[in-house]
């Protein structure tokens, strides 16, 4: 069996890209990190690869606004070749500044065919400030490869502008297409840690959304970072309950689903 | 040709909301009807409608904004709407517009140049450039003097300005338009010589006040005693000519305390070899032979940071730095170039380490202190208000450290009021790197001769000049403004990501180094010494704007810069994929074997300085320390029969209380390393430590703590070193670090590093950290001292006043866990866990926090039994490995008061504990509850365990004596803290939810 190929960006200020090349070979994939210029250079295609990742982090530091810089860059040199990845059957994934990117490059809702045409913002949060924290996630809406069998689940946030906004219009037609496929709600963790569901402010909860595809998926919360279970918060008391009941503790943590979904979609 | 594109939010805009919420402690709040902002992008250079309107758009997303922009070229102004009514509807009757001063780092504007360049495919020549600011729109009835000072609040003058525009002077900007801060400087671009055949009296007011400058002003100083002046002038006799400016400024860089720690370096009493031979390094010297085959230092005390052995394939590197009077200065900027600073420590050592988390201390004076002090005394310089120097210190960490995508899970807040002239600001990187690189050891590196000199990340500009001669001095009127950075994490995360991702692992370099402190004059003297010279050519070096001359060229502290010995058959190589990395890298000279550092510019050689006398020149000093007695009023406490109120109270002290707002805005996720937290349980607790697991595919881990306890300094400094030691291993080991391996980092921030009084404080710190690291075989691996925190000003009422801090000592730890599933957490778990405490308590309330809060001093502090607290680690170790250990907390600042509350809040669970049953010698409640004896543990575990645990207690070892230990109580579901006392009534009693609220309400509002 041939291991997918997945591409995830890298330069200029991206930093999650190791950890998600990591996420997707944990999941049977092949990872490979690409910096930017190289695909500009043409030392790399993306047309061969499956799945194409805007991995998190700081690209030009979030100054403009977080995103616009490395969307703009990609406008200006690889639109073509993102565009034609998009009409194939593929998958992309944008998490965080990704997901950032990805709005500002109006990939994600891209409703009715307006592949390119800006139509959420990704704003700052509703206290201003950076914050990393978990969250718990909900699964809705219309059916995406990158979440099935998925209802709920919990992993990290780690934001200055994930605050989610579109119009009124844009809104209702996401809704009724069914797009807004990820929303914050209180969850274990929440309830764990006695702190709010929404942690940014988001419309209407949204934490992700995916194009009228499906195959197209920003979020803002980040998986990656809830690979293990020891890496949940209440990790230790879980782990001290299951021992005293003798029960196995669990390896795998919450966020490893999603990308075991993205490499299954092609098997 | 100049035009000003403003971005506009068009929905609510939080930013605005927060910044009107920065004002509500003004009385005049209520006015405020509404604030707004807009984002200022000011270019110069000639475009054309078109384009300006295509750069209109990739400013903004749309879906929120719009964007205003005129055009104001000579003689004619139009304006043009992006996404945009025309009529834009804003209220105001003010508007205030910050932006930078000339050659203050504009990030921002940086990437919106670049942005332009690509987009429109076009460049930016030596005059043009993007300029950023930020309007903030406020509307009310306030009157200008209000306004004023909402605006005083807002901006930094040492590296902003700000411009108040009415409404009308608004509208019709064009009559009051908001200059673009160009640098403009008519530096002669010559090199002076300087004449040194002087009197004595001239000669150290050269070194005092700086080279006479062709204005008749002084350059600023040099930092130079009138002892090295002479050495100085005696080898440039024997040269038989005068010293070129350049090579004065160099020697005053190399030789400065910065640089060259002469006091820790310098004889002192007796000790000829020095504090940090005998001591520092002495210590560990005498613990890796001690250790014999178990030694896991790789590189110490040799490079930029210290390294020890994580596993077979990788090293672990840490390094601590301090970066305290830019931090005075500019809060935000001082602390965002300390934090991305230090992360060049961990790229520079050996061939590159990666970073992989930050750590961080800072100390402040209350924030709620509004007095203010001067560093004049016509009281037209202010210092920053204790409150906006924290905040800005914590937003530079922020931006540096999650900018740069590593994560910053550990540190602390530490307040007294001595840090008010010169808050410290600790900053820490840890770095990961394979043993092995391009087949060659990845800890050595040495510069070959015919290597290219490299200067790679920023361009040089005026930043920063005189910053190590002036970190060496304390603050003063005359301190230069120069002196302060402002950090640009996206250049250095690039070259980052390009030198240990790429360069590193093809091979085509033979060194790297950090460009810090002193600029190229000291980074590449340093490098000279590994090849036994250089030779540079100053031309070469790129520049922000021109006119510099070449001194400033060559000690120019502008940030985001390091340098590398390239081979020449590399370099195009090298150069290649630096720029395909959107990296600057720039040829600017070459290794040498001649003995000489020579630096030439236009055709002419202007620095020529023996590498010996450079490095070795400078005259050792006669350095006596004096004892003083520190001797305080031994309060007589009463015997309380409620301690209730005390305990509350102390919960909500600044030294205790919860920091969360701190913890959430660091990002301790990132590289998805994290297992447990910097907040932890239910009740999420600040921790004192965290357990990291950096290599992916291993279960191996990493712990970090710190101790710190400058409250003991003034009573007995050997304590509080052998104290903080103690308190900063045994929280390693609490958190899962096996006791073996753990490694030890030491900062020291002093108080007028030349009063005697200070240097035998100074040396019986050492003694304790040499007597307590060596008892624990734990080895110093790397450290830093910073000897002249004092501030020398007036006070509001003109009168003199000297701020010093107290001598303040960091230990940071960095253990190993051999398997991060052993790893503990401070909550408690289960109602019906038994809670135990190993270790005596003693009625050590000398400068404690409890004493601290009741207005007393003491004497008697926390004394450490060194085998005996190894020998309780050691168990602890052992319970942890057999899973016995459900949860664990240090007992620290505030007592067995403090480490109960935090358990029981964190795990949001009552506890009961009787004081009868703690184990040693106390004669009351409140010594009981609130002595920082060392050596301590509170910790519970299944009450099924409890055979199983005390027999490992009772195992006597042969070497050592047994570890007292006692059961002490149990967790409870009332929700409710209670101790009973030694007289058998309660003493505390307290519900849980109560304790979190007042835990919680310090910073509730950050």
């Known amino acids: 069996m041939v291991k997918p190929k997945v591409l995830i960006l890298s330069g200029y200020g991206l930093n999650c890209e190791e950890e998600e090349a990591f996420a997707f070979e944990l999941a049977g994939g092949e990872s490979r990190i690409v910096h930017i210029n190289d695909l500009i250079d043409k030392k790399v295609k993306i ?42 059957d593929k998958l992309m994934v944008g998490f965080c500044n990704g997901f950032q990117i990805m709005a500002n490059l109006g990939l994600v809702p891209a409703l009715d065919g307006k592949i390119g045409e800006r139509q959420v913002a990704l704003q700052y949060n509703k206290n201003s400030r950076y914050i990393n924290r978990w969250v718990d996630l909900e699964v809705s809406g219309r059916k995406t490869p990158w979440l099935l069998g998925i209802d709920k689940f919990s992993c990290p946030i780690a934001h200055g502008e994930g605050r989610f906004y579109t119009d009124p219009e844009t809104l209702i037609k996401i809704n009724e297409r069914g797009l807004a496929v990820l929303k914050y709600y209180e969850g274990e963790i929440c309830k764990y840690q006695n702190i709010e569901p929404n942690p940014n402010g988001s419309l209407e909860s949204i934490a992700g959304i995916v194009d ?38 669990p390896k795998e943590g919450p966020g490893m689903q999603i990308f075991k979904n993205g490499i299954a979609y092609f098997k | ?94 508007a205030i517009e910050i932006g930078f001063l000339p050659g203050v780092t504009d990030n921002i504007g940086k990437t919106t140049r670049t942005g332009i360049e690509d987009h429109l495919k076009l460049k930016f020549d030596f005059e043009e450039d993007v300029y950023s600011s930020q ?57 002076l010589d300087v004449d040194l055949n002087v009197s004595d009296e001239e000669l150290a007011k050269i070194g005092k006040e700086g080279i006479m400058g062709p204005d008749g002003k002084p350059r600023g100083p040099l930092a130079l005693g009138l002892d090295y002046m002479h050495a100085i002038q005696n080898y440039f006799k024997s040269k038989k000519r005068n010293p070129t400016d350049i090579e004065l400024e160099t020697l005053a860089q190399t030789w400065s305390e910065h640089c060259k720690h002469t006091i820790f370096a310098g004889p002192l009493d007796d000790i000829q070899e020095g504090l940090f031979k005998r001591y520092i390094k002495g210590a560990t010297e005498k613990i890796r032979k001690l250790r014999g085959k178990d030694d896991f230092c790789v590189s110490v005390f040799k490079d930029n940071s210290g390294a020890i052995e994580f596993d077979e394939n990788f090293l672990v590197t840490h390094k601590v730095e301090t970066h305290n009077t830019p931090s005075a200065l500019d809060p935000f900027g001082g602390s965002i170039t300390g934090i991305v600073g230090v992360n060049r420590d961990a790229l520079g050592f050996g061939l590159g380490a990666k970073p992989i988390f930050n750590t961080y201390g800072f100390c402040f004076a209350d924030p709620d202190d509004n007095r203010l002090i001067y560093r004049d005394f016509q009281k037209t310089q202010a210092m920053l208000l204790p409150k906006r120097i924290m905040e800005g210190v914590i937003a530079g960490v922020n931006a540096g450290g999650n900018q740069s995508g590593i994560p910053t899970p550990m540190g602390f807040l530490y307040f007294d009021g001595r840090y008010k002239g010169k808050p410290l600001v600790f900053c820490g990187t840890v770095g990961l790197i394979p043993k092995k690189s391009a087949g060659r050891k990845s800890w050595e590196k040495k510069a070959k001769p015919g290597d290219y000199v490299i200067m790679m990340g920023g361009k040089v500009g005026l930043d920063g000049i005189h910053g190590a ?88 502290e502008s940030q985001e810069r390091m340098n590398l010995a390239v081979p020449k058959t590399k370099w195009k190589k090298f150069e290649q994929l630096m720029k395909s990395r959107g990296v600057g890298a720039w040829n600017i000279g070459e290794f040498t074997k001649s003995g000489k550092c020579l630096i030439k510019y236009s055709g002419k050689t202007i620095l020529d300085l023996d590498l010996d006398f450079l490095h070795e020149g400078l005259p050792k000093r006669v350095q006596r320390s004096a004892y003083r007695v520190g001797n305080f009023e031994e309060p007589e406490l009463k015997q309380e029969k409620d301690l209730t109120k005390d305990f509350a109270n102390m919960l909500g002290r600044l030294n205790i209380c919860s920091y969360d707002f701190l913890s959430t805005q660091y990002d301790h996720t990132v590289q998805g390393t994290a297992v447990t937290y910097p907040l932890q ?56 670090a096996n006791p073996e391996k753990i490694a030890l980092l030491d900062n020291f921030c002093w108080p007028s590093g030349d009063d005697p009084v200070r240097l035998d404080q100074l040396k019986k710190t050492c003694e304790g950290v040499y007597d307590l690291s060596v008892a624990y075989l734990s080895p110093l691996i790397s450290g830093k001292d910073s000897m002249f925190n004092d501030f020398k000003g007036f006070d509001d009422k003109g009168k003199p006043v000297k701020i010093s801090v107290p001598p303040t000592l960091l230990i940071t730890s960095l253990g190993i866990v051999d398997n991060v599933e052993n ?145 002490i109580g149990k967790v409870t579901n009332d929700m409710s803290i209670k101790a009973t006392s030694i007289n058998n009534t309660i003493v505390i009693n307290i519900l849980v939810q109560k304790a979190l609220e007042t835990y919680r309400r310090r910073f509730e509002k950050w």
């Open chain 1, 47 to 88: 047309s061969d690869y499956q799945i194409l990742v805007f991995p998190g982090g700081f690209s030009f530091g979030d100054d403009t606004g977080s995103g616009k810089a490395y969307a703009n860059r990609i406008r200006d040199h690889l639109w073509e070749e993102v565009k034609k990845f998009v009409s194939e």
């Open chain 1, 212 to 249: 009228e595809t499906g195959k197209i998926f920003g979020l803002m919360p980040h998986p990656e970072r809830a690979l293990f279970f020891n890496q949940r918060p209440d990790a230790p008391l879980l782990k001290e309950k299951y021992k005293r009941e003798g029960v196995k503790i």
């Open chain 2, 1 to 94: 040709m100049i035009s000003r594109i403003a971005v506009y939010q068009k929905v609510p805009d939080t930013r605005a909301k927060s910044r009107q919420k920065s004002f509500q402690n003004f009385p005049f709040y209520k006015k405020i009807k509404s604030v707004d902002l807009a984002d200022i992008y000011t270019i110069e250079k000639i475009l054309s409608s078109e384009q300006l309107k295509k750069i209109g758009f990739t400013l903004i997303n749309p879906v929120t904004e719009g964007s205003k922009i005129r055009i104001i070229s000579s003689g004619s102004e139009n304006t043009l709407f992006v996404n945009l009514e025309h009529n834009l509807k804003v209220n105001f009757n003010w």
């Open chain 2, 135 to 191: 309007v903030t729109f406020i509307s009310g009835a306030l009157s200008k003097s209000e306004i004023k000072q909402i605006a005083a609040g807002m901006y930094n003058p040492l590296i902003q300005r700000a411009h108040i525009y009415d409404k009308k002077d608004f509208v019709s900007e064009g009559k009051n338009l908001f200059l673009v801060p160009k640098v403009s400087i008519t530096g002669a671009q010559k090199v």
């Open chain 2, 469 to 556: 001669t002036f970190s060496s001095e304390s603050l003063h009127s005359g301190s230069p403004s120069t002196a302060v950075q402002i950090g640009d994490p996206i250049t250095q995360k690039k070259f980052s990501d390009a030198i240990v991702k790429e360069a590193r692992d093809l091979g085509l370099y033979n060194s790297i180094t950090d460009n810090g402190g002193g600029g190229l004059s000291s980074s590449v003297g340093e490098m000279a010494k590994e090849s036994g010279g250089v030779i540079v050519n100053l031309e070469k070096v790129p520049l922000k704007y021109p006119g510099l001359d070449p001194w400033q060229i060559w000690i120019s």
């Open chain 2, 681 to 736: 349980g239910r009740g999420r607790v600040n921790s004192e430590a965290v357990v990291v697991k950096p290599v992916y595919k291993s279960n191996r881990g990493l712990v970090l703590s710190q101790g710190y306890f400058p409250g003991y300094s003034e009573i007995d400094a050997y304590k509080m070193a052998a104290a903080s030691v103690d308190a900063a291993f045994k929280n390693a080991v609490i958190a899962g």
């Open chain 2, 823 to 967: 790893a503990v957490t401070i909550d408690a778990k289960f109602p019906g866990d038994l809670i135990y405490v190993l270790g005596e308590t003693s009625g050590e309330l000398g400068g404690s926090e409890y004493y601290s809060m009741l207005g007393y001093e003491g004497n008697r502090i926390p004394e450490v039994d060194p085998y005996k607290n190894y020998n309780l680690y050691k168990n602890y170790t052992k319970a942890v490995e057999k899973g016995l250990i459900a949860s664990a907390i240090g007992i620290n600042r505030g007592g067995l008061a403090v480490a109960l509350a935090k358990m029981s809040m964190s795990g949001i669970l009552g506890a009961s504990v009787n004081l009868k049953r703690l184990p040693g010698k106390f004669s009351s409640d409140s010594e009981a509850l609130f002595s920082e004896s060392t050596g301590r543990i509170l910790l519970t575990i299944d009450p099924k365990k409890k055979k199983e645990f005390e027999k490992l207690f009772e195992e006597k070892l042969s070497l050592f004596k047994g570890v007292a230990f006692a059961e």
